[in-house]
């Protein structure tokens, strides 16, 4: 893989890439990480793409590193989905392919929602219609002990502490509660804990969580710009782990309306697997997500 860097204004985005020279005509796929995970969490999937003649990015997200942690602490989902924008505009692009698995899931649909005419596809795995959760956990409530982390995100100071606590034990314990039939491999977690590691990840982490999932959010009762924009109208492939330990796969059947995605929308159920489905059944995951991108 290739080291390749993005930007928006003074803000540095490392990055993984494959087929960046090889296929420099090729359509290009942004594949966006979420938490607790980094650029690496696409590494099945970014050589299969350039082997099907994609130029294929993964962006290291807003706050991941030194280089893109903003100086005013914006986290909001609208600021992320910005960068996106800001990265097609940088690469020369009109259109691009984007793939987001949990945060990066949620970036897709809002950035789909805020300039459709940018994308040829969205691909999201493992978070549902993000504008559409909060009714979701409505009709599945039990998600809501599902999302306690998100709560206990909430407390400054306590949750700080803690998330470090013992060589990241809670997010050792997140991995392997969200993803059961998962083991992740010694040298992949080596990688994420240099990274949660390096100055001020760990606070642009928990801003995530603090700026856009606080409990009045999650509920409805707190309307955002990311709520009220429930229409994406690019076409959309939902990919979710039926053992998914993190978002209850069930939601699934209740927050996609067709009017929601008027260039349509299509959900898989991936059977033995979990929350990062991605890396547990890359080949499968490969498969639906070339055969998707082949579409158009």
Known sequence: MEQFTLSNGDLEFSSLACGIEANRSGPVVLCLHGFPDNARSFRFQLPALADAGYRAIAPTLRGYEPSSQPLDGD???EALAQDVLAWIEELGEERVHLVGHDWGAAICYLAGAMAPE????????AVPHAARLAEGIRKVPSQLAKSWYMGFFQLRGLADVVLERNDWELIKKLWK????????????WAQLRSTFSAPGVKRAMLSYYRQNASPS??????KTTAARLTTVPVRTLAITGADDGCMDTRLYD????????????RVE??????????????????????NWLAQG
């Open 118 to 125: 940018r994308f040829h596809s969205l691909t999201t795995l």
């Open 217 to 222: 959010v999650l509920l409805g009762w707190k």
């Open 75 to 77: 986290y909001s989902i």
């Open 177 to 188: 509660h969200w993803s059961p039939g998962f083991d992740l491999p010694d040298e992949e």
């Open 269 to 290: 159920r991936i059977q033995g697997a979990g929350h990062f489905s991605h890396q547990e059944q890359p080949e499968m995951i490969n498969r639906l997500l070339m």
């Open 254 to 265: 209740h927050v996609f309306r067709d009017e929601d995605f008027p260039c349509g929308v």
